[in-house]
């Protein structure tokens, strides 16, 4: 990648100084969430959502389970979240198993309830190892579900990105067209899927650039402290898993809190060489737990700031 004078001055200094010291706050941070199934899950999503509110998010999403699985509960979340907080909320929204009748109504709906950001996404396949295929009346793919939305209101938009290439394309041609295309239909921002390399980034960051493509590329951090679960969520996506990070977590099972100190140490390690490379937004899949990702935003310098509203338990 292609260092600014700044740039490596910060970088110096990521290494002269401990590496976390003095960092100036300026990260803004934003985090994704996943809508509650039962009444102890939604107890602990709101602890969660009452633990990181103080940081001033830019924003958090809610994710939509595939085939619209999770559409009631998503749109609940979201809507309590716009409701009670003062934090701007996303939802996710997918192209899989719903007509643009469908997909354009949940949109209004979402409209009316306040919320202006949606995380517009093709959607995995309802069923683990099909196929991606469009409903035959229903939007192809998230550069036609972007232009869709845009036709219904003026939304603030977010796609998705794949550092390490999207799993259904063939090569990273493709993967840069498609990303081009979500941008030229409406969308603001890019969120990469999770990765643990931040070679990674930097180079994606960089081929999004030299193909003219002019849109925002937010990193997407997912703290580590389960590498079975990881290594499940990562088989999708085309992640790859350094084996380092086995390793790492070898002789941990039975202890979850050792486990959470190396999954924060690795992902904040992971956030300050970013940091130090110029990236100033981090975009937290929390797994609807707080504690990792709070620890992470405050070795970034991230600390509670403006007042936000009492959030009802």
Not at 1 to 15: D, G, S, Y
Not at 70 to 80: D, L, M, P, Q
Not at 125 to 147: C, I, K, M, Q, S
Not at 165 to 179: E, G, I, Q, T, Y
């Amino acid at each position: 990648m292609t260092f600014t004078l700044n740039q490596l001055e910060e970088a110096r200094r990521a290494l002269d100084t401990p590496l976390f010291a003095d960092l100036a706050g300026d990260a803004s941070i934003s985090f994704e969430f996943f809508p509650p199934k039962t009444e102890k899950m939604e107890e602990t999503l709101w602890s969660a959502i009452q633990t990181l509110a103080p940081l001033g998010p830019r924003f958090v999403s809610v994710t939509y389970g595939a085939g619209g699985s999770t559409r009631e509960r998503t749109h609940a979340t979201v809507a309590r979240i716009v409701r009670e907080t003062g934090i701007p909320a996303a939802a996710h929204l997918t192209c899989v198993d719903a007509s643009r009748a469908e997909i354009d109504e949940i949109a209004r709906e979402y409209w009316a309830a306040g919320v202006r950001h949606i995380v517009a996404l093709r959607g995995d396949p309802p069923r683990e190892g099909e196929a991606f295929t469009a409903h035959p009346e229903g939007y192809a793919n998230a550069a036609d579900l972007v232009a869709g939305l845009k036709r219904i209101a003026p939304f603030d938009i977010s796609v998705a990105a794949y550092p390490e290439c999207h799993p259904d394309k063939k090569d990273l041609v493709a993967d840069l067209d498609a990303l081009r295309a979500k941008k030229d239909a409406g969308a603001a921002r890019a969120i990469t899927q999770f990765f643990f390399s931040p070679e990674a980034f930097f180079r994606y960051r960089d081929q999004v650039a030299a193909a003219g493509i002019d849109i925002e590329i937010v990193p997407g951090i997912l703290p580590v402290s389960n590498v079975a679960q990881t290594r499940r969520f990562a088989a999708m996506c085309n992640a790859a898993i350094p084996a380092w990070m086995d390793r790492l977590f070898e002789g941990l099972d039975d202890h979850p809190a050792a486990r959470q100190l190396v999954a924060a140490t690795l992902a904040a390690e992971l956030c300050r060489r970013l940091y130090a490379g110029g990236v100033r937004h981090f975009h937290f899949y929390t797994l609807n737990r707080a504690e990792l990702s709070f620890a992470i935003c405050h070795l970034l310098g991230v600390r509670a700031g403006a007042a936000i509203k009492e959030i009802a338990a």
